[in-house]
């Protein structure tokens, strides 16, 4: 069902709900009020049959044969994958814990309502993100499973071609194209929960991508608050690189504050 005043809809199923970007709903067909069943062939996943809406839930299975999927090598936690469907090149993520928790749970969370998923809050700030222009995937789609006083979540965002992480590619980083990069999303109110060197996407074009904003929020960028979103990326940067991730670091560090300045 379309949400009034947002770019997106959603579309239940049991045991949780999926949510597609506006410009997908081309997609779907009309049935009664709003949106709802997917139009198309179905999708046929393990050899079996499925019914329209089970064929869209199996776009966030990475087993769908149909989707080619290849996981990430960089990065994303042993669950993301680089997919191909109807949605066009994209990635799918599905969520998964890091540090000491993981050995409780990996990829389970506790249920506070569909708009306070992992996957439907990255998805709303990333929709917000793209169309203000700002240097972020678009998200397409997102869905939650919920079990008992639990859930997991996935999320699929368009691909940005021909990229690699910034953990790739020191050498040919330009360090204020990064600094400025991080500098629009801090002047938009985001604060990035995990900026680190694979977060941060350039291309040979010398273009730079901010991705992965699980646990991201909008609001007052301090300079306290931006200086910890440095300091986070030093760290990642030290960690991958050494002295040479610390001086590239220092590079964008003094370039950040200079374009803040300006």
């Given at each position: 069902?379309?949400?009034?005043g947002?770019?997106?809809?959603?579309?239940?199923?049991?045991?949780?709900a999926?949510?597609?970007?506006?410009?997908?709903?081309?997609?779907?067909?009309?049935?009664?009020?709003?949106?709802?069943?997917?139009?198309?062939?179905?999708?046929?996943?393990?050899g079996?049959?499925?019914?329209?809406?089970?064929?869209?839930?199996?776009?966030?299975?990475?087993?769908?044969?149909?989707l080619?999927?290849?996981?990430?090598?960089?990065?994303?936690r042993?669950?993301?994958?680089?997919?191909?469907?109807?949605?066009?090149?994209a990635?799918?993520?599905?969520?998964?814990?890091?540090?000491?928790?993981?050995?409780?749970?990996?990829?389970?969370?506790?249920?506070?309502?569909?708009?306070r998923?992992?996957?439907?809050?990255?998805?709303?700030?990333?929709d917000?993100?793209?169309?203000?222009?700002?240097?972020?995937?678009?998200?397409?789609?997102?869905?939650?499973?919920?079990?008992?006083?639990?859930?997991?979540?996935?999320?699929?965002?368009?691909?940005?071609?021909?990229?690699?992480?910034?953990?790739?590619?020191?050498?040919?980083?330009?360090?204020?194209?990064?600094?400025?990069?991080?500098?629009k999303?801090?002047?938009?109110?985001?604060?990035?929960?995990?900026?680190?060197?694979?977060?941060?996407?350039?291309?040979?074009?010398?273009?730079?991508w901010?991705?992965?904003?699980?646990?991201?929020e909008?609001?007052?960028m301090?300079?306290?608050?931006?200086?910890?979103?440095?300091?986070?990326?030093?760290?990642?940067?030290?960690?991958?690189?050494?002295e040479?991730?610390?001086?590239?670091?220092?590079?964008?560090?003094?370039?950040?504050?200079?374009?803040?300045?300006?």
């Amino acid at each position: 069902m379309r949400n009034p005043g947002n770019h997106w809809f959603d579309m239940p199923f049991k045991g949780g709900a999926m949510r597609f970007s506006s410009h997908l709903e081309g997609m779907f067909k009309p049935e009664g009020h709003g949106v709802s069943a997917p139009a198309g062939p179905v999708v046929n996943v393990s050899g079996s049959q499925l019914d329209q809406t089970s064929s869209w839930v199996a776009l966030f299975d990475p087993a769908n044969s149909a989707l080619h999927a290849r996981p990430v090598q960089s990065g994303g936690r042993q669950s993301a994958w680089f997919i191909e469907g109807p949605m066009g090149s994209a990635l799918l993520r599905h969520y998964r814990r890091g540090g000491l928790v993981a050995k409780i749970s990996k990829n389970h969370y506790l249920w506070q309502g569909a708009r306070r998923t992992r996957a439907f809050a990255e998805f709303s700030l990333l929709d917000a993100m793209f169309r203000q222009g700002l240097p972020v995937p678009r998200p397409l789609a997102a869905a939650y499973w919920k079990h008992g006083f639990t859930y997991r979540a996935a999320i699929i965002v368009a691909r940005i071609p021909d990229v690699v992480p910034l953990a790739d590619c020191l050498d040919m980083a330009d360090p204020v194209a990064v600094a400025a990069a991080v500098l629009k999303i801090h002047d938009a109110g985001v604060w990035h929960a995990d900026l680190n060197a694979f977060n941060i996407l350039l291309n040979a074009g010398g273009h730079v991508w901010v991705i992965d904003f699980d646990r991201g929020e909008s609001r007052h960028m301090s300079r306290a608050l931006r200086q910890a979103n440095l300091q986070r990326l030093r760290r990642s940067m030290v960690k991958v690189a050494a002295e040479q991730g610390e001086r590239f670091w220092q590079s964008v560090n003094l370039a950040y504050w200079q374009l803040a300045a300006a």
